[in-house]
């Protein structure tokens, strides 16, 4: 039922059999829709491309937290490669956004380059 990306959340709910001396009546069901308001936010990638050079001897992502940023909110991120010799393969972390944060950005170190 918990929406995290901060949609609308529906269910309904129905009365069941009474149990004493009464009857169920015309209403016995009831629609609730709970609108998420998603304070804590949604994380994404400032930008869907990255270029990096080799002389910046690391890549710098921008993560954005929009839509609210309350609350510390922990962000798992990996790389996937299909290069078992990649120096990236299997690489790994995690990002923290603390109470109030909006921005974050993820550093990876690169490998030295043999001329």
């Not at 039922?1 to 529906?10: E, F, R």
């Not at 709910?13 to 209403?27: K, R």
Request: proline fraction near 3%; glycine fraction near 12%; hydrophobic fraction near 35%.
């Amino acid at each position: 039922m918990n929406d995290v990306h901060g949609g609308c959340v529906t269910m309904t709910i129905h009365l069941g059999e009474v149990m004493g001396p009464a009857e169920l009546g015309a209403n016995q069901m009831a629609t609730i829709k709970i609108n998420n308001v998603a304070v804590h936010g949604r994380v994404g990638f400032a930008n869907s491309v990255a270029e990096a050079k080799q002389s910046e001897k690391k890549i710098v992502l921008k993560v954005e937290r929009k839509g609210g940023n309350t609350g510390r909110l922990v962000v798992p991120w990996s790389v996937e490669t299909g290069d078992k010799e990649s120096p990236y393969y299997n690489l790994h972390g995690q990002e923290t956004f603390r109470d109030g944060e909006d921005e974050s950005h993820i550093e990876i170190e690169m490998p030295e380059v043999s001329q």
